[in-house]
Antibody
């Protein structure tokens, strides 16, 4: 069974970088699909942040394009999120999720809450 | 970006009642519409994809319909385990965008 699990610090200071890891088991991230980061803000709004596909290409939400980077380590079957210059508005629960046609986001991690605060 | 307008923001239903949630897209999304359920403290779960296809393991009381810019999710016979927040997602164009959510509670 496909499983995804996020990990990373729960507290980040303003102006610093947020870095999260998504560890995938049960499926190789180089085989197929797109591997995404999504966040949920306090108040329930969901935002798609970006993906890295099985070939290693990325696509980012333009609202974040200048601050975001998604990379991967194929040897560990992990992919990563980095968001630079965070503010309190980046406080959210961050999820990693798999997507493909025709099923978008069919597998999700459990989510990790990140608070941006000094 | 494609805007997804979801309604109602909240809903209270009795056991066994049929409920509907609507999503309207700001442009034609050609049935590239999915529905998710998120229970408290859990990650979202895919219910419906391509507007009307039921995800494996999802009870048949959930159904989706629509085309063009108008889509709906129907729950035929509300159950206690159906409480949660429901979201639509358009998968037609990047950036992918979600509806604002509908909080569904048992009356």
């Amino acid at each position: 069974e496909v499983q995804l699990q996020e990990s990373g610090p729960g507290l980040v200071k303003p102006s610093q970088s947020l870095s999260l890891t998504c560890s995938v088991t049960g499926y190789s991230i180089t085989s197929s699909y797109r591997w995404n980061w999504i966040r949920k803000f306090p108040g329930n709004k969901l935002e798609w942040m970006g993906y890295i596909n099985s070939a290693g290409s990325t696509n980012y939400n333009p609202s974040l394009k200048s601050r975001i980077s998604i990379t991967r380590d194929t040897s560990k079957n992990q992919f990563f999120l980095q968001v630079n210059s965070v503010t309190t508005e980046d406080t959210a629960t961050y999820y990693c999720a798999r997507s493909g046609r025709p099923k978008p986001f069919d597998y999700w991690g459990q989510g990790v809450m990140v608070t941006v605060s000094s | 970006d494609i805007q997804m307008t979801q309604s109602p923001p909240s809903l209270s239903a009795s056991l066994g009642e049929t409920v509907s949630i609507e999503c309207r897209a700001s442009e034609d999304i050609y049935s590239n519409l999915a529905w998710y359920q998120q229970k408290s403290g859990k990650s979202p779960q895919l219910l419906i994809y391509y507007a009307s296809s039921l995800q494996d393991g999802v009870p048949s009381r959930f159904s989706g319909s629509g085309s063009g810019t108008q889509y709906s999710l129907k729950i035929s016979g509300m159950q206690p385990e159906d409480e949660g927040v429901y979201y639509c997602l358009q998968g037609s164009k990047y950036p992918l965008t979600f509806g604002s959510g509908t909080k569904l509670e048992i009356k």
